[in-house]
């Protein structure tokens, strides 16, 4: 098991165990099929066994990771079903929320999606380049949306599918489809600005479309099963 960062940041302890070992599994510093045990996460912490099993349960509910009886507590791994899967339910999701969004969004809403696509672009443009700090506008920019939809199931929903999404997207040559990316993300927010409902509904879905086929085509084969 890879080193573990020591929990230094406010919060209570469940929540801290629980953001750093999301993190890891998402950012596959622990990678998929990898054991992962309590002593383990114990020892590297410094925490105890109870707020261990509390963030271990959250990240069972949220599929990151899984239980074998007998064998024990596994990162889950990346398949290509779960790839459809997850993006059969994503778009659904995203197309209500930018539906809902292109209607309700106000002026101050274009300021933040502005400023997102600009963050997001120079973080493959700018002096100091980043995939991931791409990625994690890729996923602000979404999450914006499903705000500015003001429907907090479906917000609370869309969050727990992108934390999966990502584990993939980190496991693709994230630096081949930023700019296809990023002009799909100006689409998106060119319909929502002009409130054009039936067109922001396709323009996602095309996007959600691309990127399954950019997941399936540019995935690191040694992660996945």
């Given at each position: 098991m890879r080193q573990l960062p020591q929990i230094k940041s406010k919060?209570?302890?469940?929540?801290?165990?629980?953001?750093i070992l999301k993190n890891a599994i998402v950012e596959l510093e622990l990678k998929p099929g990898e054991l992962i045990t309590e002593e383990d996460i114990s020892e590297q912490l410094g925490v105890s066994r109870t707020p261990?099993?509390?963030?271990?349960?959250?990240?069972?509910?949220?599929?990151l990771i899984e239980m074998i009886p007998g064998k024990g507590t596994f990162v889950a791994q990346l398949t290509k079903k779960q790839i459809d899967d997850l993006l059969s339910i994503r778009e659904l999701l995203e197309s209500l929320s930018i539906q809902?969004?292109?209607t309700l969004r106000t002026e101050e809403d274009l300021e933040k999606i502005e400023y997102i696509l600009y963050?997001?672009?120079q973080s493959f443009t700018g002096q100091f380049k980043s995939q991931q700090d791409f990625l994690t506008f890729d996923s602000?920019?979404?999450?914006?949306i499903a705000e500015i939809s003001q429907n907090k199931y479906l917000e609370k929903q869309l969050l727990q599918i992108l934390n999966n999404c990502r584990r993939y997207l980190n496991?693709?040559?994230?630096?081949?489809?930023?700019?296809?990316?990023?002009?799909?993300h100006k689409e998106l927010y060119e319909q929502i600005k002009n409130q054009?409902?039936?067109?922001a509904k396709l323009c996602m879905q095309k996007h959600i479309d691309n990127i399954r086929t950019r997941m399936i085509e540019n995935l690191n084969y040694d992660d996945i099963k």
């Amino acid at each position: 098991m890879r080193q573990l960062p020591q929990i230094k940041s406010k919060g209570t302890l469940a929540e801290r165990t629980y953001d750093i070992l999301k993190n890891a599994i998402v950012e596959l510093e622990l990678k998929p099929g990898e054991l992962i045990t309590e002593e383990d996460i114990s020892e590297q912490l410094g925490v105890s066994r109870t707020p261990i099993r509390s963030a271990l349960n959250r990240l069972l509910h949220e599929e990151l990771i899984e239980m074998i009886p007998g064998k024990g507590t596994f990162v889950a791994q990346l398949t290509k079903k779960q790839i459809d899967d997850l993006l059969s339910i994503r778009e659904l999701l995203e197309s209500l929320s930018i539906q809902l969004a292109a209607t309700l969004r106000t002026e101050e809403d274009l300021e933040k999606i502005e400023y997102i696509l600009y963050k997001q672009e120079q973080s493959f443009t700018g002096q100091f380049k980043s995939q991931q700090d791409f990625l994690t506008f890729d996923s602000e920019f979404h999450c914006l949306i499903a705000e500015i939809s003001q429907n907090k199931y479906l917000e609370k929903q869309l969050l727990q599918i992108l934390n999966n999404c990502r584990r993939y997207l980190n496991a693709t040559t994230i630096d081949i489809i930023m700019p296809d990316v990023l002009k799909e993300h100006k689409e998106l927010y060119e319909q929502i600005k002009n409130q054009d409902v039936e067109k922001a509904k396709l323009c996602m879905q095309k996007h959600i479309d691309n990127i399954r086929t950019r997941m399936i085509e540019n995935l690191n084969y040694d992660d996945i099963k």
